[in-house]
């Protein structure tokens, strides 16, 4: 089963909470949800008994590089480094 993650901030607090508890046991615990409860990761921090920080100190999203720009970026410092 999956997090519903809605918005940046609840990907965030995801992320924290799998770095947190672990993602084995954030998962789990979506299974485990009592009643009809949505598995939003405030919903899930609660069975966790577990408190989310504030949103400020959550850590920025990772975003994997795009390849090309990833490439470019490489020959770019490869190029620089020749011309040393």
């Known amino acids: ?17 799998c770095q947190e508890v672990g993602e084995t046991v954030a998962r789990a615990t979506i299974a485990a949800l009592p009643g009809d409860r949505r598995p939003y990761p405030l919903n899930i921090a609660r069975a966790l008994d577990v408190e989310l920080p504030a949103e400020e100190k959550l850590q920025p999203l990772f975003v994997p590089a795009d390849e090309a720009v990833m490439n470019n970026a490489l020959a770019q410092a490869r190029q620089a480094l020749r011309c040393r």
């Open 1 to 17: 089963m999956e997090p519903e993650l809605t918005n940046d901030r609840a990907r965030r607090e995801w992320q924290w909470l």
